[in-house]
């Protein structure tokens, strides 16, 4: 990430490194926000052209990973704001998994499935608040920074998910 | 806190992760010593947020094997063909950052500026409309985007890149409202997928 700094044009290498190093991460965040494979597919795209494009605007190269998961979370907020919808995954990939029985990989994407219709439950930002505190493991005042509001503000957004998600949990207990 | 009056769900909710204050948890630790209710309840939250955190490295089911690798692939693609776009097509050289410029900075060179503005304006009353010509030459960097025949174009000014489909090949083309030109095509090597965007 060094030389995406120190350099005003950054070699092709360097941002081909960068991209594969956060490319899953940033995906699954952005998929466990919006809910859809083809829009985190897109959005990962836009958020990592928007962040190799403004990389002048980093300031401390050892916060890159975060600097890049908040342009992620941005970018999927602004999306769910422009679209004001939720959808779910589509099954356009055919599974194939080796290792696993057919048992195991049904139950393993019901468990998913569950999962991700737990958070769509949510609102966008309390879905991101969610997502970045339980999921991604970030402390809150990280997640405030992300979601550019305060740790009180945060601290609700993450209550009100908890207890969502809960409701839903009960009423879908398996 | 009394074992009959219960814990509010949202501090449970906050305590669950240690996202209460030290005096906040040690009451709430006293309150789930004696009280079954809540401490279920609390159980609960720890419970469902072990599953989430759980499920961060595990991809949709429908990214399961091969899956996964030929999506980030095209991402990968896409994300460096979108660079290129954005190289050819940006001319405004970013500003550097004034780290100097700090708030009681910033208002004192704000007034000066005020006062210059008023100063100016009782000098000269009349407007001036000599900008509006270099207003026009803006239009001419804007980023264009083009699809035609074989080929889907982004220009500005006179500089441009193009991204040719295979001569003959049968392209369907999308335009979003966001601007964007997504080119798909059926070749010798599979299916093509071109996103290019403007910005």
Redesign the interface.
């Known amino acids: 990430m060094s030389d995406l700094i120190d350099s005003p044009l950054i070699s092709?290498d360097a941002?081909?490194r960068f991209?594969?190093e956060n490319?899953?991460r940033i995906?699954?965040q952005i998929?466990r926000i919006v809910g859809n494979?083809a829009d985190a597919?897109?959005l990962?795209?836009?958020a990592?052209?928007k962040a190799?494009?403004r990389q002048?605007?980093l300031?401390d190269e050892k916060k890159a990973a975060h600097w890049l998961s908040r342009i992620a979370t941005n970018t999927a907020l602004d999306f769910l704001r422009r679209n004001s919808r939720v959808s779910f995954?589509?099954?356009?990939?055919?599974?194939?998994?080796?290792s696993e029985s057919p048992e195991e990989?049904l139950l393993?994407?019901e468990?998913?499935?569950y999962?991700?219709k737990g958070l769509d439950t949510l609102s966008p930002r309390e879905r991101a608040a969610?997502v970045l505190?339980?999921?991604?493991?970030l402390p809150?005042e990280e997640v405030a920074r992300q979601l550019s509001c305060s740790k009180a503000t945060v601290?609700?957004h993450?209550?009100?998910g908890?207890?969502k998600?809960?409701k839903y949990?009960t009423r879908n207990s398996r | 806190m009394s074992q009959r009056q219960h814990i509010p769900?949202?501090q449970l909710?906050?305590y669950?992760?240690g996202?209460v204050g030290f005096w906040r948890r040690k009451l709430v630790e006293r309150h789930l010593d004696r009280c079954e209710e809540c401490a279920a309840a609390a159980l609960?939250?720890v419970r469902?947020?072990e599953?989430?955190?759980r499920?961060?490295?595990?991809?949709?089911?429908?990214?399961?094997?091969?899956?996964?690798q030929s999506?980030?692939s095209?991402?990968?693609a896409?994300?460096?063909l979108?660079?290129s776009a954005?190289e050819c097509v940006?001319f405004v050289e970013?500003p550097?950052?004034v780290a100097l410029v700090t708030p009681p900075r910033l208002s004192l060179a704000l007034a000066g500026l005020t006062v210059l503005a008023v100063l100016l304006a009782m000098e000269n009353p009349v407007l001036h409309h000599a900008a509006v010509p270099a207003q026009a030459g803006l239009s001419n960097t804007l980023p264009t985007l083009e699809a035609s025949g074989d080929e889907t174009m982004v220009s500005s000014g006179d500089r441009g890149l193009s991204v040719p489909a295979p001569a003959g090949s049968n392209v369907i083309r999308t335009v979003s409202a966001h601007g964007a030109v997504r080119s798909r095509y059926v070749d010798d090597t599979g299916v093509t997928i071109v996103?290019v965007?403007a910005?």
């Open positions: 092709q941002q081909s991209v594969t490319l899953r995906f699954l998929y494979v597919q897109d990962t795209q836009e990592f052209i190799l494009s002048d605007q300031k995954c589509e099954m356009e990939f055919a599974p194939e998994r080796h990989i393993r994407s468990h998913q499935d999962l991700q969610l505190r339980d999921v991604e493991d809150a601290r609700s993450i209550a009100n908890r207890i998600f809960r949990a | 769900q949202t909710a906050l669950s992760r996202d609960e939250f469902l947020q599953s989430l955190s499920s961060a490295d595990v991809m949709p089911a429908a990214l399961d094997g091969s899956g996964w999506l980030a095209e991402m990968s896409n994300i460096r979108g660079l954005g940006s970013r550097s950052r996103n965007y910005e």
